[in-house]
Structure formats: structure tokens, C-alpha cells
């Protein structure tokens, strides 16, 4: 089974603190997703990734930066948090290719609240 | 920006009923997929369904899809408890296909009453 961990479930932090959340898979999968979750909006994409290195900016990029150093890490970070950033985050990871389901696999979630 | 729109936003029904929902979209897709998501947890892959089929079932769960009306319905039958969660559709629009990006509605919040 695929799994997905996402560094913490809850998470406190102040206005203007940097903040980094970490995401790691273990079935070696090119694709990797960070999504914010609000009520009455669903999820909306921030960033993905495709590959070690590469980024692409989702929907909603401003605020965010990502970091994508090896293939099972994806980190997102907030440069300066703000109060508007207070929100659930989930990480995904998807395989691609020759037989693929295309599901994507999603961690437990980071529930980040910004005071 | 939302590609798709579920409905209803919440449903409630008996232990032992069907539950059907519903999920709007705007562009063409390459596929349609259902999710759900327990209460503050992450969410978990039910079924995918392709441009060119129309149904597909798995276990208590079927899938229709109208591409001519872009619509598409998740039916759960005999339901139980456990199915208690919020049910969401994601659309790979067929434009990006090959770097796909899932797009998600707002989801339907189902609660199974015992």
C-alpha cells in the first residue's frame, strides 16, 4: 500500500513565522501535490511537482513556495505566514505512465492554524 | 478556479438506503474521479471513470457519466455507517492531459443515520 505522511497532523504558528510542511511517499511516484482545503471551496491545488527539481505553480501559488529536492520529499513553505493561510493542507502523490490508475494517494492532512 | 460542483451539499439519510450524488463539471474530460474524505483525514481514491464509458460499478458503489451534459452520479447502495463522510468528484480536464491536474468540486457531506 501506498502511503503518505505529512510531518504534523496540527499545527500552531504566529503571523510573519516561516513555516515548512513536509510530505513523504514511499512508492516512488513522479507526481507530487500540495492542496489547501477550505470549507465551501473544496480543495484547491498550490503547487505540484513532477519530478525531483521541477515545480509548477498551481491555483493558488501566492504565499507558498515548494521545495522538491528528492523524489519521495515534497515541502511547502510559508515564507511569512498569515492569518488568511490558516487552513487544512493535504499532500498527494500520484504514479504515471504505461498502466496507471491515475488515482492520486493523499497524507492525513496538516491542519495549520496562524494567530 | 472549480471545475466540479457537487450536489446536494449534504445529504442525511437511513442506514440501509441509497444515497445517490451528484457532480456538475465545464470542460471536456479525459476522466472523472470520486473521493471521500473522513472527518479532518485525508481523502481516498473510490472510482475512476473514462470519457468513453458511461458506467462503472465497484462493490456498493456505481458511477454514471453524461459527457453530453457534463455530469456525472455516485450512487451508493445499502449504505452503512461507515459510509458516513463527504464524497468528492475530480475532473482531469482533457486539454492537460499527459501533465494531469485533478480539479475538485466542493464535495457532498453524507450522513448515515443508524
Known amino acids: 500500500d501506498v502511503k503518505v505522511t505529512q510531518s504534523s497532523r496540527y499545527l500552531v504558528k504566529r503571523t510573519g513565522e516561516k513555516v515548512f510542511l513536509e510530505c513523504v511517499q514511499d512508492?516512488?511516484?513522479?507526481?507530487m501535490f500540495w492542496y489547501r482545503q477550505d470549507p465551501g471551496l473544496g480543495l484547491r491545488l498550490i503547487y505540484f511537482?513532477?519530478?525531483?527539481?521541477?515545480?509548477e505553480k498551481g491555483d493558488i501559488p501566492e504565499g507558498y513556495s515548494v521545495s522538491r529536492e528528492k523524489k519521495e520529499r515534497f515541502s511547502l513553505i510559508l515564507e511569512s505566514a498569515s492569518t488568511n493561510q490558516t487552513s487544512m493542507y493535504l499532500c498527494?502523490?500520484?504514479?504515471?505512465?504505461?498502466?496507471?490508475?491515475?488515482?492520486?494517494?493523499f497524507g492525513p492532512g496538516t491542519r495549520l492554524t496562524v494567530t | 478556479s472549480q471545475q466540479g460542483e457537487e450536489d446536494p451539499q449534504a445529504l442525511s439519510i437511513q442506514e440501509g438506503e441509497n444515497a445517490t450524488m451528484n457532480c456538475s463539471y465545464k470542460?471536456?474530460?479525459?476522466?472523472l474521479q470520486w473521493y471521500r474524505q473522513n472527518s479532518g483525514r485525508g481523502l481516498v481514491h473510490l472510482i475512476l471513470?473514462?470519457?468513453?464509458?458511461r458506467e462503472k460499478h465497484s462493490g456498493r458503489l456505481r458511477v454514471t457519466l453524461d459527457t453530453s451534459k457534463k455530469s456525472s452520479s455516485l450512487l451508493i447502495t445499502a449504505s452503512r455507517a461507515a459510509d458516513t463522510a463527504s464524497y468528492f468528484c475530480?475532473?482531469?480536464?482533457?486539454?492537460?492531459?499527459?501533465?494531469?491536474?485533478?480539479?475538485f468540486g466542493t464535495g457532498t457531506r453524507l450522513t448515515i443515520i443508524p
Open positions: 470542460t471536456s474530460i479525459n476522466n
Open positions: 475530480a475532473t482531469v480536464a482533457a486539454s492537460n492531459f499527459g501533465n494531469e491536474k485533478l480539479t
Open positions: 511537482s513532477y519530478d525531483v527539481k521541477m515545480k
Open positions: 512508492m516512488d511516484h513522479e507526481n
Open positions: 498527494a502523490c500520484r504514479h504515471d505512465g504505461r498502466g496507471a490508475s491515475y488515482e492520486q494517494y
Open positions: 471513470i473514462r470519457s468513453n464509458e
